[in-house]
C-alpha cells in the first residue's frame, strides 16, 4: 500500500541557510500535517492544510513557511535556518479532520551545522 | 490549552514481564485517543485508536489499551513484552472537529532479553 513520501529522507545544511521539506499524501487524502521532533522529544505540531488552505497553525517559527498543491503534495520552507532547528521533520495526512485516522511518512532528518 | 501526559519516561523490563504505559489528556470534551509506537530509526507506526464504542481496544502486536472517560485516561498494556517491544510509545489525543494530534511526552520501553 502506498504509504506517506517524504523527500529528502536525510538533509545538511549550514547556518542561515534554506531547506526546503516535501511530503506527498497517500493517494485521496486531503489533509497534511507538518510535525518537529528534537532528539529524544515528542513530536511538535507545526502546521497543517485542508484543502490547500491552512487548516491550524502551532509553534512553527516566522522562518518557517508551508503550503499545500493542487496535488495535494506539501512543501515545508524554512530559511535562515539555526542550530536548534536539527530535528526529524515528518509529516502526516488524513482525510479530512482525521475521524479515519492518519498515516505517518519516515520523515526528514535535518541537521544544521 | 490541551495536553497529553505520559507518567513513565523510562521503562525497562524483562521479556515476558507485563506492561502498562499511562496516559492521561486534559481536554473534557469528545476526543479520539491514540497509541503510537516509534522504533528506532522509524516513523510512528499506529497501535490502537479509540473512537467510540467499547472501551477496551484491542490493537496490533498484542497491545490493548482501556479508555476511562471519568479518569481522563487511556492506558496501555501488554500482558507479556518481547524484546522485540523496545520502542518508544506516544500517547496522541485528537480533539473531536479539530485536525491535528496532540502527542505525549512519549515513553522509552527497553525489554531485556
Known amino acids: 500500500a502506498a504509504g506517506v513520501i517524504q523527500s529528502p529522507r536525510h538533509l545538511i545544511k549550514e547556518k542561515r541557510e534554506t531547506a526546503t521539506l516535501k511530503c506527498y499524501p497517500i493517494?485521496?487524502?486531503?489533509?497534511v500535517y507538518w510535525y518537529q521532533q528534537g532528539p529524544g522529544q515528542d513530536p511538535q505540531f507545526l502546521i497543517s492544510?485542508?484543502?490547500?488552505?491552512?487548516?491550524d497553525k502551532g509553534s512553527i517559527p516566522d522562518r518557517f513557511s508551508a503550503q499545500q498543491f493542487s496535488d495535494y503534495h506539501s512543501e515545508l520552507n524554512m530559511s535562515s535556518l539555526e542550530l536548534g532547528d536539527s530535528a526529524l521533520y515528518f509529516c502526516?495526512?488524513?482525510?479530512?479532520?482525521?475521524?479515519?485516522?492518519?498515516?505517518f511518512g519516515s520523515g526528514t532528518r535535518l541537521t544544521v551545522v | 490549552a490541551q495536553s497529553v501526559s505520559q507518567h513513565n519516561h523510562h521503562v525497562i523490563l524483562s521479556e515476558a514481564a507485563s506492561l502498562e504505559l499511562g496516559c492521561n489528556y486534559s481536554?473534557?470534551?469528545?476526543?479520539?485517543l491514540f497509541w503510537y509506537v516509534q522504533y528506532p530509526g522509524q516513523h510512528l507506526q499506529l497501535l490502537l485508536k479509540?473512537?467510540?464504542?467499547?472501551?477496551l481496544v484491542k490493537g496490533i502486536k498484542g497491545f490493548e489499551a482501556e479508555f476511562i472517560k471519568s479518569k481522563f485516561s487511556f492506558n496501555l498494556r501488554k500482558p507479556s513484552v518481547q524484546w522485540s517491544d523496545t520502542a518508544e510509545y506516544f500517547c496522541?489525543?485528537?480533539?473531536?472537529?479539530?485536525?491535528?494530534?496532540?502527542f505525549g511526552a512519549g515513553t522509552t520501553v527497553t525489554v531485556r532479553a
Open positions: 502526516a495526512s488524513s482525510l479530512g479532520t482525521g475521524s479515519y485516522g492518519y498515516t
Open positions: 493517494p485521496r487524502h486531503d489533509t
Open positions: 492544510f485542508y484543502e490547500k488552505m491552512q487548516s
Open positions: 481536554y473534557g470534551g469528545t476526543v479520539n
Open positions: 479509540y473512537f467510540s464504542g467499547d472501551p
Open positions: 496522541a489525543v485528537r480533539v473531536l472537529n479539530d485536525y491535528k494530534l496532540s
